[in-house]
């Protein structure tokens, strides 16, 4: 069956979409979120590629393809891995966890990037390639940051597609109700899932033995297999989605703000205003950023810890520092100190 199908059950969505776009063996499968990643690469090629022939790029165009892979290792892979690891891994379980288990660092596959990581690792490696290359580091920056937005887009879609990184609890006519969230909750799971093995006893059972031999490995294998089983039988997500809340899709709305809206803008700028000051561009990246990522927190569950009981989550608390980050590009940019693509500094 494909991929987009759901129910609409008691005036509420409820996501069973398959994060799995080609299953080549029980083992293998082309993932929609392996798929993000890759068409957010291309479409940075692309876009910086089509930049740098129009000359609205300091890097020259048969350098791009080098750059991109470089970025995509350096920056974001490692950078985004990194990000999780010090600003949400180590604050919940603590450093002694991740020194006895460093494997968990390079533990992608499990899960776990930081979009703060990610932006930070390209942010250092624009200044080392901008070193060795010769070029402005903040005219590399302004080039990047026009893209990355389309990267963010690709993996907020591929985050909804997952059914990961939900909303809050609504009643507005957009919420949606994502499955998922039962693994959070023990006593709703256990109830959900024995609904679900009635509604299709001869799919379930056996799922549902291996859950009640061992609960603590067994729960999302057995949430995947009801949820897999519900594509093909609507009663077994009826019986589901009693137990589940409805919640606002943020990852769409990041999507939106925080992928297209601000690749828009910045795109806009770039076009309209090709004398700005190396760094212009960037710093509104990361002051734009920051602002939608705070507006958007505020219809998502919070992934970790609050900083600030019920007022501050970790989202919002990173992109703060953006803002003074940002300011300091803006403000070096219009004072003239680092050239332009009409100026470079130094000409």
Same mark, same amino acid.
């Given at each position: ?66 750059f ?32 006895e288990n ?48 389309? /990267?963010? +887009? *690709?993996?907020?879609i =591929?985050? &909804? ?6 909303? %809050?609890?609504?009643?507005? #006519? ?35 033995d ?12 057995l ?45 806009v ?6 004398a ?6 960037? /710093?509104? +990246? *990361?002051?734009?950023? =920051?602002? &939608? ?6 219809? %998502?569950?919070?992934?970790? #810890? ?10 919002q ?17 219009l ?13």
């Amino acid at each position: 069956m494909s991929f987009i199908t759901g129910i609409c059950v008691l005036g509420a969505w409820v996501h069973n979409l398959k994060p799995e776009l080609i299953e080549l063996s029980d083992t293998f499968a082309l993932r929609w979120y392996g798929l993000a990643y890759l068409a957010g690469f291309i479409a940075g090629y692309l876009g910086l590629k089509w930049l740098a022939r129009k000359k609205l790029w300091v890097v020259q165009p048969d350098k791009v393809a080098d750059f991109i892979a470089c970025a995509a290792l350096f920056g974001v892979f490692l950078g985004g891995r990194l990000g999780y690891v010090l600003f949400y891994m180590i604050p919940e379980s603590g450093i002694g966890y991740v020194v006895e288990n460093p494997v968990v660092i390079v533990q992608v596959w499990k899960g776990g990037m930081s979009s703060h990581g990610g932006i930070l690792g390209l942010t250092v490696f624009t200044y080392f390639y901008a070193r060795r290359s010769g070029c402005s580091w903040t005219g590399v920056g302004d080039g990047l940051v026009i893209f990355s937005p389309l /990267g963010i +887009f *690709f993996g907020r879609i =591929a985050n &909804f597609i997952n059914g990961e990184l939900y909303g %809050r609890v609504t009643n507005a #006519a957009v919420g949606m109700k994502f499955p998922k969230e039962l693994l959070e909750r023990e006593e709703e799971f256990h109830s959900a899932m024995r609904d679900a093995v009635e509604a299709d006893p001869e799919r379930l059972d056996a799922l549902w033995d291996s859950y009640l031999a061992s609960p603590a490995n067994s729960q999302g294998r057995l949430l995947e297999g009801v949820m897999e089983a519900g594509r093909e039988n609507p009663a077994i997500i009826d019986a589901v989605a009693g137990y589940v809340q409805a919640r606002h899709p943020s990852q769409l709305y990041q999507a939106l703000l925080e992928g297209l809206a601000l690749f828009a803008i910045l795109l806009v700028l770039r076009l309209r205003f090709r004398a700005l000051g190396h760094g212009v561009i960037t /710093g509104t +990246f *990361f002051i734009l950023y =920051a602002t &939608f990522r705070i507006i958007a927190e505020g219809f %998502r569950e919070p992934d970790s #810890a609050w900083v600030i009981e019920d007022l501050l989550t970790k989202g919002q608390f990173y992109s703060i520092f953006m803002y003074g980050i940002g300011a300091a590009f803006v403000a070096a940019g219009l004072k003239g100190r680092t050239g332009s693509l009409d100026h470079p500094v130094g000409s």
